[in-house]
């Protein structure tokens, strides 16, 4: 008879509009990897992952081409399938957020970094790209030209100086303390974490949810990789714009730890499920 696909939550948030996430299948084979720890790869269940390709030479084909570039490596043990496993420099790669502990474990050296710059109307493309250079950098915006971070961003400015000369618009500065704000009231200044803390509470909605029905029926391989990509792509959206602060500096209504927690558990669950 017809199988249907299983009808998993769909993560939403009505007062959030978020832009489609859309990766390249190479990026999104990357991510899978790391989200499920690899935990899916044993007994040669790589061709899982064939499920983000078109047809099975595509798959094999961006196999070959992440292979090349020093991303991924191939084994094959008793003529198996072969099984896939990140390398160092793919880790190393991966968005801050698939490992944000190293982020929120850091300690602070009670120094801010803090951006200003004046670039003139006629520049605005300039503009925009430098604004998105610091967002990338998860800098905290208190004004439309000044943001603010609380890591040490120098050696990355030097980078972009080299590249764009931003010295000639803008100056970085180190402080103590900024504009006379306790560190509470600048991380609350900086960053909208009510924001935040709302697309939070829904990932968390939606992969409790999925959880929940995962541990209570016995899914087929197809849709439990339809469920991790359904959670690849939600655990995105939740944590791009998490300025992953050290723990010192989460507010008390944080729960960016509890979504990480949530993502983990339910890419474990589903690697459970296959074995």
Request: charge should be positive; proline fraction near 5%; charged fraction near 25%.
């Amino acid at each position: 008879g017809i199988i249907h696909p299983m009808n998993w939550s769909v993560f939403h948030h009505p007062d959030i509009s978020l832009p489609v996430i859309r990766r390249k299948a190479g990026r999104e084979l990357i991510t899978l990897l790391a989200g499920t720890t690899e935990l899916l790869l044993s007994g040669g269940r790589s061709t899982l992952y064939a499920g983000c390709y078109p047809n099975t030479q595509a798959f094999q084909a961006s196999v070959a081409r992440l292979r090349k570039q020093g991303l991924i490596t191939v084994s094959k043990t008793n003529g198996s399938l072969p099984e896939l496993k990140l390398t160092h420099s793919a880790i190393s790669s991966l968005p801050p957020y698939y490992t944000p502990e190293k982020f929120w474990n850091k300690r602070w050296n009670k120094w801010w970094y803090i951006l200003m710059f004046d670039v003139p109307e006629k520049d605005r493309s300039y503009r925009d790209t430098l604004r998105k250079f610091l967002k990338e950098m998860r800098c905290g915006c208190l004004q439309k030209s000044v943001w603010v971070t609380p890591a040490d961003i120098r050696p990355d400015y030097e980078d972009l100086n080299r590249a764009a000369a931003v010295d000639s618009v803008a100056f970085l500065f180190e402080s103590r303390t900024v504009l006379g704000f306790g560190d509470q009231s600048v991380v609350r200044e900086a960053w909208d974490f009510n924001k935040l803390n709302k697309i939070h509470e829904s990932y968390i909605r939606f992969a409790e949810e999925n959880l929940s029905r995962l541990k209570n029926i016995n899914p087929t391989e197809e849709e439990v990789l339809q469920l991790l990509r359904m959670d690849n792509q939600a655990y995105t959206q939740a944590m791009c714009a998490d300025p992953l602060l050290p723990k010192e500096l989460h507010p008390k209504e944080y729960i960016g730890t509890l979504v990480f927690q949530t993502h983990f558990e339910l890419c474990h669950q589903a690697a459970k499920k296959l074995r």
